[in-house]
């Protein structure tokens, strides 16, 4: 790691940003991630449907409307989640990627809770998917705050990290 590196990754951990508006108001980094979740559910949904009303009316415009809006929507997630919510700097693409995978990670949990549920518990599917989807986000909230955006513990003056 070169001089530049480490001073950045000091200046990274030692002064970790001041709390935004969101957290201000909730005081609560757990209320910030649900109301940036519940946000970003509503604008996804949003986007779909503005992409099925610009798309032309085709039989290929459903396969293109969620992936773009899919998209769209993990980004602007990933940007409020990483300036709102856990507040951290630098390692943009990494901190991207494991968005990315926990995201992934929790649709791939949601999808095989459910369907065990549903399928092999035999329990009502619409009960079953509100609760599954409670889960899985509070279990993203913790992927993304270990894995997305984790950074390493300040440094105390003279010691190190062990």
Request: hydrophobic share 55%; aromatic share 8%.
């Amino acid at each position: 790691m070169s001089t530049e590196e480490r001073a950045d990754a000091a200046t990274e951990v030692a002064d970790p940003p001041a709390s935004g508006l969101l957290l201000r108001l909730v005081r609560r980094q757990e209320v910030a991630f649900a109301l940036i979740g519940a946000f970003n559910t509503v604008f996804g949904m949003a986007l779909t449907v503005a992409w099925l009303t610009v798309l032309p009316d085709a039989g290929w415009a459903p396969l293109a409307a969620v992936p773009l809006a899919y998209a769209l929507g993990i980004t602007v997630a990933f940007v409020l989640h990483r300036t709102v919510v856990f507040r951290v700097r630098g390692h943009v693409l990494r901190d991207f990627a494991g968005f990315v995978a926990v995201n992934s990670g929790g649709l791939a949990l949601n999808t095989a809770l459910l369907y065990l549920a549903v399928t092999v518990l035999h329990l009502p599917a619409q009960p079953c998917a509100v609760v599954v989807m409670g889960l899985v986000a509070v279990a993203s909230f913790f992927g993304h705050r270990h894995i997305s955006f984790r950074r390493r513990p300040a440094v105390e003056a003279g010691g190190t990290v062990g």
